[in-house]
């Protein structure tokens, strides 16, 4: 694709990023007294309007909802290439397919769960699961959900469904990368799946679950594969840094590893593997014409929507700031 389709896209993403909230705003967030002084330095941003229509303090959640669903919308009104953008859609109707079918098989009403940000509407998602008829799907999901409907009358595991739809919602953003020839959205991709998959064999071997749940869960398309996996199961945590030495991600799996010893938590393996991740992405905004900046915003985006939530949920419970600081992700800008 000529980089020339890219121009009005960036031109107007370069404008929204002057809006993301910096390091003051937040730092500022932090130490406010309680959730209405967090809504008040909102009301000086972008939110303002959003914030507008709140029914009460408890209704963030839904205000950061609506501003994930509009910077979607944007994204896909100026993307030359939105089945590229679209890619980061998948995972809300991957949570809301959960979500449905779980409350279908339990007999529970779950709506409470379901976020309007996807790429399908809910209520047709509903329907699908309802009539348990789902032709509408990408191939991909379609299969995914069909095998985890079918299994879940075998073995009533709600995990079961979380695992199946995970390893379909990875399958269909690499396939949807590499048709459209993103080698950046590709190396993402596998980079995600690799992290995901070395936290996956971490609480594999710690729960002594062995070699068959670890190929059950094992995410495809990352740079490492099973057997590197299964390999590891009888070493070490110790060696897995040394065997990852020469990645990237490297000081990740150090430093998480160290923790979770320390800790037996994961929480800080995934906040690195969270911050690289973003990392990766940021990279997009000294990239002049291309999908990059495009992604980065949309994550940019979605991360301040996350910091915003982690704060507000802090400063609701009595949470003291420093704590709050140690959850919350990098910033964009």
């Known amino acids: ?34 959730a209405e002084e967090v809504i008040k330095v909102l009301y000086e941003t972008d939110y303002a309007g959003s914030i507008s229509e709140m029914n009460g303090i408890e209704d963030y959640e839904t205000v950061l909802s609506k501003e994930v669903a509009k910077t979607y919308a944007i994204i896909r009104e100026v993307s030359p290439t939105p089945e590229l953008t679209d890619i980061f859609l998948y995972k809300y ?9 779980k409350s279908s098989f339990l007999g529970e009403e779950n709506d409470g769960l379901l976020t309007a940000v996807g790429s399908i509407p809910v209520q047709k998602l509903k329907e699908m699961v309802k009539e348990r008829d789902f032709k509408d799907l990408h191939p991909i999901l379609r299969e995914g959900v069909e095998e985890a409907v079918a299994g879940f009358t075998v073995n009533p595991d709600p995990q079961l469904i979380d695992i199946v739809l995970d390893k379909c919602l990875f399958r269909l953003m690499y396939r949807t990368a590499g048709k459209n020839k993103s080698s950046f959205l590709m190396d993402y ?5 690799d992290l995901i998959n070395i936290k996956s064999m971490i609480r594999i071997k710690a729960m002594g679950l062995g070699r068959e749940f670890l190929k059950r869960v094992f995410l495809e398309d990352g740079r490492l594969d099973l057997t590197f996996f299964s390999e590891l199961l009888d070493e070490s945590l110790d060696i897995l840094s040394e065997k990852l030495s020469y990645k990237d991600y490297h ?38 014409f291309g999908i990059e900046p495009l992604v980065g915003y949309l994550s940019a985006k979605e991360n301040e929507v996350k910091i915003i939530r982690i704060i507000m949920v802090g400063k609701m419970n009595e949470i003291p700031n420093e704590l709050i600081r140690e959850r919350l992700r990098d910033v964009y800008v």
């Not at 109707?93 to 079918?101: A, I, P, S």
């Open 189 to 193: 991709i596998s980079t995600q799946v």
């Open 93 to 101: 109707d991957v949570h809301n397919l959960k979500t449905l079918l």
């Open 1 to 34: 694709m000529s980089e020339n389709k890219y121009l009005y896209a960036v031109t107007r993403i370069r404008a929204l990023e002057t809006k993301l909230l910096d390091r003051s705003k937040i730092e500022r967030m932090i130490e406010a007294k309680n």
């Open 251 to 288: 000081r990740v799996v150090e430093e998480g590893v160290a923790s979770y010893q320390k800790t037996k938590s994961l929480t800080r393996f995934e906040k690195l593997s969270d911050d690289f991740l973003f990392d990766m992405v940021k990279k997009g905004k000294y990239v002049a």
